[in-house]
């Protein structure tokens, strides 16, 4: 019980201290959470028991995860460059609207911290796009500091905390202030807490840390979507696929695979590889030339002829 009441007011403060830094005090709200806790409101409190992981229930990603995702520690997700971000934060997004399933009764907010260089780069979070994704937005909380440091230390509070089904730290590339020794630290609150900590890394390299697992995250190409009556439906866009490469595990040899979200299901499905490929010398129905010809424009000029070198005339 001490514990649920330290954790709820490491919460409060954490909400007015998001609130100063994006320049919107909020004593009232405080106030009022401090209200509803002294009146046993337990909106807020954690469920007793929260499994240490998570089972995508496919068999050859379990086995090289050794169950699952932990839920007590850090997982990387990385792009190799800033075009593949939305990749990336895809596939850390589907991640989270898989724990608010889980927890759906719990009724908190996945927190996302971006790094504000990186925001401005690789966008932030929309509404819209969330519940499209499979996410709740009411059920989602957005933080942009100005400074790496302010993003650590809302992360290590949020993850100490402990009330936030995920909390997510979105950082660009490798910066020098966040090394080894921070990785170690919102490690040891992620233990503490038995609550994941996703790191997106948007246009960064490989570097130790201390994640359980890290994986390479890219886009691939969408499946066709299946009709109820079991045809397929041609032209449509499909869910969205993640071609994964595990990077960091206990495995020896690196696990690269195809996974499928079902935003409407919240769960991920196989991929063995993209449907409706042709080869090289297959064309589609309705081909045409590769280059269209141009408009409004000279004509291509004739081939030049043989080219005599003349000496220079007095």
């Not at 379990?62 to 995702?69: M, P, Q, R």
């Not at 991929?271 to 141009?294: D, F, K, N, W």
């Given at each position: 019980?001490?514990?649920?009441?330290?954790?709820?007011?490491?919460?409060?403060?954490?909400?007015?201290?998001?609130?100063?830094?994006?320049?919107?005090?909020?004593?009232?709200?405080?106030?009022?959470?401090?209200?509803?806790?002294?009146?046993?409101?337990?909106?807020?409190?954690?469920?007793?028991?929260?499994?240490?992981?998570?089972?995508?229930?496919?068999?050859?990603?379990?086995?090289?995860?050794?169950?699952?995702?932990?839920?007590?520690?850090?997982?990387?997700?990385?792009?190799?460059?800033?075009?593949?971000?939305?990749?990336?934060?895809?596939?850390?997004?589907?991640?989270?609207?898989?724990?608010?399933?889980?927890?759906?009764?719990?009724?908190?907010?996945?927190?996302?911290?971006?790094?504000?260089?990186?925001?401005?780069?690789?966008?932030?979070?929309?509404?819209?796009?969330?519940?499209?994704?499979?996410?709740?937005?009411?059920?989602?909380?957005?933080?942009?500091?100005?400074?790496?440091?302010?993003?650590?230390?809302?992360?290590?509070?949020?993850?100490?905390?402990?009330?936030?089904?995920?909390?997510?730290?979105?950082?660009?590339?490798?910066?020098?202030?966040?090394?080894?020794?921070?990785?170690?630290?919102?490690?040891?609150?992620?233990?503490?807490?038995?609550?994941?900590?996703?790191?997106?890394?948007?246009?960064?390299?490989?570097?130790?840390?201390?994640?359980?697992?890290?994986?390479?995250?890219?886009?691939?190409?969408a499946s066709t979507r299946p009709l109820p009556d079991g045809?397929?439906?041609?032209?449509?866009?499909?869910?969205?696929?993640?071609?994964?490469?595990?990077?960091?595990?206990?495995?020896?040899?690196?696990?690269?695979?195809?996974?499928?979200?079902?935003?409407?299901?919240?769960?991920?499905?196989?991929?063995?590889?993209?449907?409706?490929?042709?080869?090289?010398?297959?064309?589609?129905?309705?081909?045409?030339?590769?280059?269209?010809?141009?408009?409004?424009?000279?004509?291509?000029?004739?081939?030049?002829?043989?080219?005599?070198?003349?000496?220079?005339?007095?």
């Amino acid at each position: 019980m001490a514990q649920t009441a330290v954790a709820r007011e490491q919460l409060f403060a954490l909400r007015e201290t998001i609130a100063k830094l994006e320049g919107k005090p909020a004593p009232a709200l405080a106030a009022a959470a401090q209200e509803a806790f002294a009146a046993g409101d337990e909106t807020y409190s954690r469920p007793a028991k929260t499994p240490l992981r998570l089972s995508f229930d496919i068999p050859i990603l379990d086995d090289a995860l050794e169950g699952g995702l932990p839920l007590n520690g850090i997982t990387e997700v990385r792009s190799l460059m800033l075009r593949d971000a939305a990749g990336a934060s895809g596939f850390v997004l589907a991640l989270a609207a898989w724990l608010q399933r889980q927890e759906a009764a719990d009724g908190m907010p996945v927190f996302w911290i971006g790094d504000r260089i990186c925001t401005m780069e690789a966008g932030r979070p929309y509404a819209v796009g969330l519940k499209d994704f499979g996410l709740e937005p009411e059920r989602f909380l957005m933080a942009s500091p100005h400074k790496l440091e302010e993003a650590l230390w809302l992360a290590e509070t949020a993850v100490e905390s402990g009330v936030f089904p995920a909390t997510i730290l979105e950082v660009r590339g490798n910066p020098a202030q966040f090394g080894l020794t921070e990785s170690r630290r919102l490690s040891m609150r992620a233990r503490a807490s038995g609550r994941p900590l996703f790191l997106l890394r948007q246009g960064g390299e490989e570097e130790a840390s201390s994640a359980f697992f890290r994986f390479r995250a890219e886009p691939a190409p969408a499946s066709t979507r299946p009709l109820p009556d079991g045809s397929m439906l041609d032209g449509g866009i499909g869910n969205p696929v993640f071609r994964l490469i595990l990077e960091k595990s206990r495995s020896p040899a690196p696990l690269s695979l195809l996974l499928e979200w079902n935003p409407h299901d919240r769960r991920f499905f196989p991929v063995s590889q993209p449907e409706r490929t042709r080869s090289p010398g297959e064309q589609s129905a309705h081909s045409v030339a590769q280059l269209s010809p141009s408009s409004n424009r000279q004509d291509r000029p004739q081939e030049v002829g043989s080219v005599l070198a003349f000496g220079r005339t007095p």
